[in-house]
Protein backbone atom coordinates (compact mmCIF):
# COMPACT_ATOMS: atom_id res chain seq x y z
CA UNK A 1 0.00 0.00 0.00
CA UNK A 2 2.61 2.72 0.96
CA UNK A 3 4.19 1.48 -2.83
CA UNK A 4 0.73 2.56 -4.16
CA UNK A 5 0.33 5.41 -2.52
CA UNK A 6 3.97 7.08 -3.32
CA UNK A 7 3.28 6.32 -6.81
CA UNK A 8 0.04 7.68 -6.83
CA UNK A 9 1.95 11.29 -5.69
CA UNK A 10 4.37 10.90 -8.27
CA UNK A 11 2.20 10.61 -10.84
CA UNK A 12 0.08 13.24 -9.41
CA UNK A 13 3.25 16.09 -9.25
CA UNK A 14 3.85 14.84 -13.06
CA UNK A 15 0.49 15.38 -14.00
CA UNK A 16 0.53 18.67 -12.12
CA UNK A 17 3.45 20.12 -13.78
CA UNK A 18 2.00 19.55 -17.31
CA UNK A 19 -0.98 21.26 -16.06
CA UNK A 20 0.19 24.28 -15.03
CA UNK A 21 1.24 25.35 -18.78
CA UNK A 22 3.75 24.29 -21.51
CA UNK A 23 7.17 23.02 -19.97
CA UNK A 24 10.19 24.66 -20.32
CA UNK A 25 11.75 24.60 -23.72
CA UNK A 26 14.72 26.47 -25.66
CA UNK A 27 12.40 27.63 -28.27
CA UNK A 28 9.00 29.20 -28.80
CA UNK A 29 5.84 27.34 -29.74
CA UNK A 30 3.60 28.37 -32.39
CA UNK A 31 0.61 28.47 -30.42
CA UNK A 32 2.45 30.60 -27.79
CA UNK A 33 3.98 33.76 -30.55
CA UNK A 34 0.12 33.83 -32.56
CA UNK A 35 -2.17 33.61 -29.30
CA UNK A 36 -2.22 37.31 -29.68
CA UNK A 37 -3.37 37.79 -33.23
CA UNK A 38 -5.51 35.33 -32.92
CA UNK A 39 -6.99 36.46 -29.34
CA UNK A 40 -7.03 40.01 -29.97
CA UNK A 41 -8.82 41.82 -32.55
CA UNK A 42 -6.84 45.15 -31.69
CA UNK A 43 -3.18 43.24 -31.87
CA UNK A 44 -0.52 45.07 -33.31
CA UNK A 45 0.59 42.36 -35.32
CA UNK A 46 -0.91 41.18 -38.63
CA UNK A 47 -0.74 36.92 -39.14
CA UNK A 48 -0.32 35.87 -43.24
CA UNK A 49 -0.51 31.83 -43.86
CA UNK A 50 2.21 31.80 -46.59
CA UNK A 51 0.33 29.99 -49.71
CA UNK A 52 0.08 29.41 -53.78
CA UNK A 53 -2.32 32.24 -53.52
CA UNK A 54 -0.82 34.63 -51.23
CA UNK A 55 2.78 34.69 -53.21
CA UNK A 56 1.47 37.22 -55.68
CA UNK A 57 0.27 39.34 -53.51
CA UNK A 58 3.14 39.58 -51.34
CA UNK A 59 5.70 39.91 -53.74
CA UNK A 60 4.22 43.45 -54.45
CA UNK A 61 4.53 44.89 -50.77
CA UNK A 62 7.08 46.82 -50.61
CA UNK A 63 10.74 45.94 -49.44
CA UNK A 64 12.65 45.95 -45.65
CA UNK A 65 15.64 45.89 -44.64
CA UNK A 66 18.99 47.20 -46.47
CA UNK A 67 18.07 46.99 -49.88
CA UNK A 68 20.49 47.20 -53.01
CA UNK A 69 19.02 50.55 -54.22
CA UNK A 70 22.24 51.61 -56.92
CA UNK A 71 21.78 51.60 -60.68
CA UNK A 72 24.35 49.88 -62.76
CA UNK A 73 25.74 50.82 -66.54
CA UNK A 74 24.89 48.44 -69.29
CA UNK A 75 27.83 47.04 -71.30
CA UNK A 76 29.45 48.69 -74.40
CA UNK A 77 31.79 48.44 -76.88
CA UNK A 78 34.40 50.79 -77.34
CA UNK A 79 37.61 51.14 -80.10
CA UNK A 80 40.77 49.01 -79.12
CA UNK A 81 42.86 51.43 -79.66
CA UNK A 82 44.58 53.82 -76.53
CA UNK A 83 43.56 58.06 -76.94
CA UNK A 84 45.85 60.17 -75.62
CA UNK A 85 45.09 62.52 -72.27
CA UNK A 86 46.63 64.97 -70.23
CA UNK A 87 48.81 63.30 -67.68
CA UNK A 88 49.87 60.91 -69.97
CA UNK A 89 53.73 60.35 -70.71
CA UNK A 90 55.16 59.85 -74.57
CA UNK A 91 58.21 58.92 -75.66
CA UNK A 92 59.98 59.66 -78.48
CA UNK A 93 62.72 58.54 -80.85
CA UNK A 94 63.88 60.70 -83.49
CA UNK A 95 65.81 59.49 -86.64
CA UNK A 96 67.53 61.23 -89.27
CA UNK A 97 70.05 60.13 -91.57
CA UNK A 98 71.16 63.76 -92.59
CA UNK A 99 74.60 64.75 -91.92
CA UNK A 100 73.56 68.10 -91.62
CA UNK A 101 70.95 67.93 -89.54
CA UNK A 102 69.27 69.64 -86.84
CA UNK A 103 68.52 66.94 -84.06
CA UNK A 104 71.81 64.36 -84.00
CA UNK A 105 75.09 64.60 -85.15
CA UNK A 106 76.93 62.09 -87.77
CA UNK A 107 78.38 59.92 -85.36
CA UNK A 108 74.43 59.95 -83.53
CA UNK A 109 71.63 59.11 -85.70
CA UNK A 110 68.61 59.07 -83.37
CA UNK A 111 67.80 61.19 -80.52
CA UNK A 112 65.41 59.93 -77.68
CA UNK A 113 62.65 62.29 -76.13
CA UNK A 114 61.90 60.74 -72.83
CA UNK A 115 59.45 62.02 -70.60
CA UNK A 116 57.41 64.30 -72.42
CA UNK A 117 54.16 64.87 -70.30
CA UNK A 118 50.72 65.76 -71.92
CA UNK A 119 49.59 69.25 -69.82
CA UNK A 120 46.80 69.62 -68.57
CA UNK A 121 45.13 71.66 -72.11
CA UNK A 122 46.30 68.27 -73.78
CA UNK A 123 49.91 69.86 -75.64
CA UNK A 124 53.67 68.52 -75.62
CA UNK A 125 56.46 70.31 -76.57
CA UNK A 126 58.73 69.47 -79.70
CA UNK A 127 62.17 71.34 -80.23
CA UNK A 128 62.29 73.58 -83.01
CA UNK A 129 58.41 72.97 -83.49
CA UNK A 130 56.70 74.16 -80.08
CA UNK A 131 53.76 73.46 -78.55
CA UNK A 132 51.72 70.44 -80.43
CA UNK A 133 48.22 69.47 -79.55
CA UNK A 134 47.78 65.51 -79.09
CA UNK A 135 44.89 65.49 -76.75
CA UNK A 136 41.93 63.02 -78.06
CA UNK A 137 44.51 61.49 -80.86
CA UNK A 138 45.56 57.87 -80.56
CA UNK A 139 49.11 56.95 -80.37
CA UNK A 140 49.32 56.35 -84.51
CA UNK A 141 47.71 59.72 -84.89
CA UNK A 142 49.85 61.24 -82.71
CA UNK A 143 53.28 59.96 -84.10
CA UNK A 144 51.76 61.00 -87.99
CA UNK A 145 50.86 64.64 -86.46
CA UNK A 146 54.81 65.17 -84.10
CA UNK A 147 56.19 64.09 -87.39
CA UNK A 148 54.29 66.11 -89.93
CA UNK A 149 55.29 68.96 -87.46
CA UNK A 150 58.83 67.96 -87.75
CA UNK A 151 59.06 67.69 -91.40
CA UNK A 152 58.99 71.68 -92.09
CA UNK A 153 62.20 71.90 -90.36
CA UNK A 154 63.92 68.27 -90.65
CA UNK A 155 62.52 66.71 -93.92
CA UNK A 156 64.06 63.29 -93.51
CA UNK A 157 63.41 62.82 -89.98
CA UNK A 158 61.11 59.80 -88.95
CA UNK A 159 59.50 59.21 -85.56
CA UNK A 160 58.50 56.47 -83.11
CA UNK A 161 56.13 57.21 -80.37
CA UNK A 162 55.71 55.10 -77.14
CA UNK A 163 52.81 56.07 -74.79
CA UNK A 164 52.80 55.42 -70.83
CA UNK A 165 48.99 55.70 -69.59
CA UNK A 166 48.43 58.33 -66.81
CA UNK A 167 45.83 59.00 -64.20
CA UNK A 168 43.30 59.47 -67.07
CA UNK A 169 44.06 56.37 -68.80
CA UNK A 170 44.37 54.29 -65.59
CA UNK A 171 41.57 52.79 -63.33
CA UNK A 172 41.91 51.69 -59.45
CA UNK A 173 41.18 48.63 -58.17
CA UNK A 174 40.81 49.62 -54.35
CA UNK A 175 39.79 46.18 -52.48
CA UNK A 176 38.36 43.11 -52.81
CA UNK A 177 41.15 41.31 -54.86
CA UNK A 178 44.24 39.29 -54.69
CA UNK A 179 46.31 42.36 -56.32
CA UNK A 180 44.88 45.96 -55.61
CA UNK A 181 46.40 48.95 -57.20
CA UNK A 182 45.99 51.01 -60.69
CA UNK A 183 45.95 49.62 -63.43
CA UNK A 184 46.50 51.27 -67.32
CA UNK A 185 43.71 50.62 -69.78
CA UNK A 186 45.22 48.87 -72.73
CA UNK A 187 42.35 50.50 -74.78
CA UNK A 188 39.38 52.16 -74.47
CA UNK A 189 37.42 48.66 -74.52
CA UNK A 190 39.04 47.58 -70.95
CA UNK A 191 35.80 46.47 -68.85
CA UNK A 192 35.23 45.19 -65.29
CA UNK A 193 35.81 42.01 -65.78
CA UNK A 194 39.21 42.53 -67.39
CA UNK A 195 40.14 44.61 -64.39
CA UNK A 196 38.95 41.69 -61.71
CA UNK A 197 40.92 39.34 -63.83
CA UNK A 198 44.20 41.54 -64.22
CA UNK A 199 44.04 41.81 -60.33
CA UNK A 200 44.23 38.66 -59.43
CA UNK A 201 40.53 37.77 -59.05
CA UNK A 202 38.44 38.30 -55.96
CA UNK A 203 39.48 37.19 -52.44
CA UNK A 204 37.67 33.51 -51.82
CA UNK A 205 36.82 35.08 -48.19
CA UNK A 206 34.02 37.40 -49.22
CA UNK A 207 30.71 36.53 -48.86
CA UNK A 208 28.37 37.05 -52.20
CA UNK A 209 30.62 39.86 -53.13
CA UNK A 210 29.26 42.86 -54.14
CA UNK A 211 31.12 45.22 -56.80
CA UNK A 212 31.10 49.00 -56.50
CA UNK A 213 32.25 51.70 -59.79
CA UNK A 214 32.77 55.06 -58.74
CA UNK A 215 32.30 57.49 -60.92
CA UNK A 216 32.32 61.28 -61.37
CA UNK A 217 30.85 61.56 -58.07
CA UNK A 218 28.26 58.48 -58.66
CA UNK A 219 28.36 55.24 -57.49
CA UNK A 220 26.98 52.31 -59.45
CA UNK A 221 26.64 48.71 -57.72
CA UNK A 222 25.43 45.37 -58.80
CA UNK A 223 26.75 41.64 -57.16
CA UNK A 224 29.70 39.59 -58.73
CA UNK A 225 27.14 36.70 -59.38
CA UNK A 226 24.60 39.21 -61.61
CA UNK A 227 27.64 40.43 -63.19
CA UNK A 228 28.82 36.87 -64.32
CA UNK A 229 25.36 35.46 -65.44
CA UNK A 230 24.67 38.88 -67.39
CA UNK A 231 27.89 39.66 -70.00
CA UNK A 232 25.56 42.84 -70.84
CA UNK A 233 26.48 43.86 -67.36
CA UNK A 234 29.96 43.65 -68.02
CA UNK A 235 30.10 47.75 -68.15
CA UNK A 236 33.00 49.15 -69.87
CA UNK A 237 35.23 51.44 -67.69
CA UNK A 238 36.64 55.12 -67.85
CA UNK A 239 40.18 56.84 -67.42
CA UNK A 240 39.46 57.59 -63.42
CA UNK A 241 37.24 55.04 -62.54
CA UNK A 242 37.63 53.36 -59.20
CA UNK A 243 36.36 50.18 -58.47
CA UNK A 244 36.39 47.86 -55.56
CA UNK A 245 34.44 44.64 -53.85
CA UNK A 246 32.95 43.97 -50.48
CA UNK A 247 30.58 41.73 -48.85
CA UNK A 248 27.40 41.76 -49.01
CA UNK A 249 26.25 43.34 -45.66
CA UNK A 250 22.75 42.16 -45.48
CA UNK A 251 22.01 39.40 -42.88
CA UNK A 252 18.89 37.76 -41.55
CA UNK A 253 18.47 36.26 -37.73
CA UNK A 254 17.35 32.69 -36.79
CA UNK A 255 15.70 31.39 -33.73
CA UNK A 256 14.06 28.32 -32.00
CA UNK A 257 14.43 25.02 -33.03
CA UNK A 258 16.95 25.60 -35.63
CA UNK A 259 20.39 24.09 -35.93
CA UNK A 260 22.07 27.74 -35.23
CA UNK A 261 20.62 30.65 -33.27
CA UNK A 262 22.39 33.55 -35.23
CA UNK A 263 23.00 36.31 -37.23
CA UNK A 264 23.67 35.36 -40.97
CA UNK A 265 24.91 36.75 -44.12
CA UNK A 266 22.93 36.47 -47.14
CA UNK A 267 24.73 34.10 -49.37
CA UNK A 268 23.58 35.47 -53.26
CA UNK A 269 21.12 37.70 -53.87
CA UNK A 270 17.88 36.94 -53.36
CA UNK A 271 17.29 34.10 -50.06
CA UNK A 272 13.81 31.93 -49.98
CA UNK A 273 12.35 30.89 -46.56
CA UNK A 274 13.67 27.41 -47.41
CA UNK A 275 17.53 29.13 -48.39
CA UNK A 276 17.16 30.67 -45.03
CA UNK A 277 16.12 27.40 -43.21
CA UNK A 278 19.07 25.54 -44.78
CA UNK A 279 21.68 28.27 -43.81
CA UNK A 280 20.50 28.15 -40.20
CA UNK A 281 21.23 24.61 -39.87
CA UNK A 282 17.73 23.23 -40.77
CA UNK A 283 15.12 21.98 -38.37
CA UNK A 284 16.67 20.11 -35.06
CA UNK A 285 14.59 16.74 -35.53
CA UNK A 286 13.92 16.10 -31.62
CA UNK A 287 12.46 19.93 -31.10
CA UNK A 288 11.04 21.62 -34.02
CA UNK A 289 7.33 22.23 -35.55
CA UNK A 290 7.29 21.73 -39.48
CA UNK A 291 4.24 22.96 -38.99
CA UNK A 292 5.48 26.24 -37.93
CA UNK A 293 7.79 28.24 -39.76
CA UNK A 294 7.79 31.87 -38.82
CA UNK A 295 9.35 35.01 -40.21
CA UNK A 296 9.09 37.97 -38.37
CA UNK A 297 9.86 41.32 -40.13
CA UNK A 298 8.67 45.16 -39.95
CA UNK A 299 7.43 47.63 -42.04
CA UNK A 300 7.84 50.84 -41.88
CA UNK A 301 4.62 53.48 -41.32
CA UNK A 302 4.78 55.07 -44.92
CA UNK A 303 4.40 50.78 -46.01
CA UNK A 304 1.03 51.05 -44.58
CA UNK A 305 -0.75 53.90 -46.13
CA UNK A 306 -4.16 53.63 -47.48
CA UNK A 307 -3.73 53.28 -51.20
CA UNK A 308 0.06 51.31 -50.64
CA UNK A 309 -0.09 47.78 -51.21
CA UNK A 310 1.38 46.29 -47.93
CA UNK A 311 0.43 44.54 -44.95
CA UNK A 312 -2.43 45.76 -42.47
CA UNK A 313 0.18 46.09 -39.41
CA UNK A 314 3.98 47.46 -39.58
CA UNK A 315 4.43 44.11 -37.30
CA UNK A 316 3.52 40.81 -39.32
CA UNK A 317 4.20 37.30 -38.53
CA UNK A 318 4.53 35.04 -41.74
CA UNK A 319 3.77 31.41 -40.90
CA UNK A 320 4.65 28.45 -43.17
CA UNK A 321 3.47 24.65 -42.72
CA UNK A 322 6.29 22.79 -44.34
CA UNK A 323 4.51 19.57 -43.90
CA UNK A 324 2.32 19.95 -47.29
CA UNK A 325 3.68 20.37 -50.24
CA UNK A 326 1.76 23.81 -51.01
CA UNK A 327 3.42 24.77 -47.88
CA UNK A 328 7.07 23.59 -49.51
CA UNK A 329 6.80 24.95 -52.64
CA UNK A 330 5.50 28.19 -51.16
CA UNK A 331 8.73 27.93 -49.12
CA UNK A 332 11.00 27.89 -52.01
CA UNK A 333 9.66 31.17 -53.05
CA UNK A 334 8.78 33.30 -50.35
CA UNK A 335 11.48 35.60 -50.52
CA UNK A 336 13.29 36.75 -47.05
CA UNK A 337 14.58 40.43 -46.78
CA UNK A 338 17.55 41.99 -44.87
CA UNK A 339 16.66 42.07 -40.75
CA UNK A 340 14.03 39.25 -41.17
CA UNK A 341 13.77 36.82 -38.21
CA UNK A 342 13.30 33.33 -38.84
CA UNK A 343 11.59 31.20 -36.22
CA UNK A 344 11.25 27.79 -35.84
CA UNK A 345 8.86 26.85 -33.04
CA UNK A 346 8.74 24.26 -30.90
CA UNK A 347 7.00 21.06 -31.46
CA UNK A 348 4.01 20.10 -29.64
CA UNK A 349 5.43 16.35 -29.16
CA UNK A 350 8.21 17.73 -26.84
CA UNK A 351 5.61 18.18 -23.73
CA UNK A 352 4.53 14.67 -24.54
CA UNK A 353 8.30 13.17 -24.45
CA UNK A 354 9.49 15.36 -21.54
CA UNK A 355 5.71 13.94 -19.51
CA UNK A 356 6.71 10.45 -20.52
CA UNK A 357 10.33 10.71 -18.81
CA UNK A 358 8.96 12.30 -15.42
CA UNK A 359 6.90 9.31 -15.38
CA UNK A 360 10.10 6.73 -16.03
CA UNK A 361 11.98 8.88 -13.80
CA UNK A 362 8.60 8.66 -10.73
CA UNK A 363 8.61 4.61 -11.58
CA UNK A 364 12.57 4.45 -12.05
CA UNK A 365 11.89 6.09 -8.16
CA UNK A 366 10.01 4.23 -6.49
CA UNK A 367 11.78 0.72 -8.18
CA UNK A 368 15.39 2.14 -6.50
CA UNK A 369 13.41 2.64 -2.95
CA UNK A 370 12.42 -0.95 -3.31
CA UNK A 371 9.08 -0.31 -2.49
Known sequence: ???????????????????????????????????ETQDNATSEFALYQVSRAFLPSVQQWPRTGKQEKLNWLAASQGPRTQIIQPGDQLALQIW????NSLLTSSEQKVVQLQGMRVSGNGTVFMPYVGDINVNGLSPTQARAKLQAALEAIVPSAQVQLEMIEGRNNSVDLVSGVANPGTYPMPDRNYSVLGLISAGGGIGTELNNPQIRLVRGGQIYGTSIAALLDDPQKDTRLRGGDRVFVEDDSRYFLSFGATGQEALHAFTKDQISAMDALSISGGFQDTRADPEGLLILREYQPADIAPGQRGPRQERVIFTLDLTSADGLFSARNFQVNPGDLVIATESPINDTRTIVSLIGSAFGIINSAGL
Open 1 to 35: MPRLSIAIAALGLTFFATGCGQLPAGGPASAEILK
Open 96 to 99: DSND
